[in-house]
C-alpha cells in the first residue's frame, strides 16, 4: 500500500510561486508513474504534470508548461511541484498520486490534497 502526503500549499498573489511536496511511502517506485492533480471548485480533476519515478516519459498540461516543474529526490522518496509565475486560475486543490506503470490513476494511491490559492 502507498501511503502520500502533500504539503506547501497556501496562499500567494499572481505571479508569485509556491513549492509543493509530496512524501511516498510504502514500497518501492522504481515501476510507479507520479503525478500531479489539480481540481477548482465546480471543475473536474485535471492532470497537471506527471512522470515515471524512473525520471522519463515526463507530462506537463499546457496551461502550466513552462511554468511549473515536477522532480523527485529518489534518496527521500519525495516529488515536488515547482509553481512559478502563478495565476488566479492556478487556484485548486491539488493532489500528488501514484499508479502502476500501465494502470490507471483512479486505481491508484492518493494524497490528502493542499489548497493553492492565488489572488490577482
Known amino acids: 500500500q502507498v501511503q502520500l502526503v502533500e504539503s506547501g500549499g497556501g496562499s500567494v498573489q499572481a505571479g508569485g510561486s509556491l513549492r509543493l511536496s509530496c512524501a511516498a511511502s510504502?514500497?518501492?517506485?522504481?515501476?510507479?508513474?507520479m503525478g500531479w492533480f489539480r481540481q477548482a471548485p465546480g471543475k473536474e480533476r485535471e492532470a497537471v504534470a506527471a512522470?515515471?519515478?524512473?525520471?522519463?516519459?515526463?507530462y506537463y498540461t499546457n496551461s502550466v508548461k513552462g511554468r511549473f516543474t515536477i522532480s523527485r529526490d529518489n534518496a527521500k522518496n519525495m516529488m515536488y511541484l515547482q509553481m512559478n509565475s502563478l495565476k488566479p486560475e492556478d487556484t485548486a486543490v491539488y493532489y500528488c498520486?501514484?499508479?502502476?506503470?500501465?494502470?490507471?490513476?483512479?486505481?491508484?494511491?492518493w494524497g490528502q490534497g493542499t489548497q493553492v490559492t492565488v489572488s490577482s
Open positions: 498520486a501514484a499508479k502502476a506503470v500501465g494502470g490507471i490513476w483512479d486505481a491508484g494511491s
Open positions: 512522470f515515471n519515478w524512473s525520471g522519463d516519459n515526463t
Open positions: 510504502g514500497r518501492t517506485f522504481s515501476t510507479y508513474r
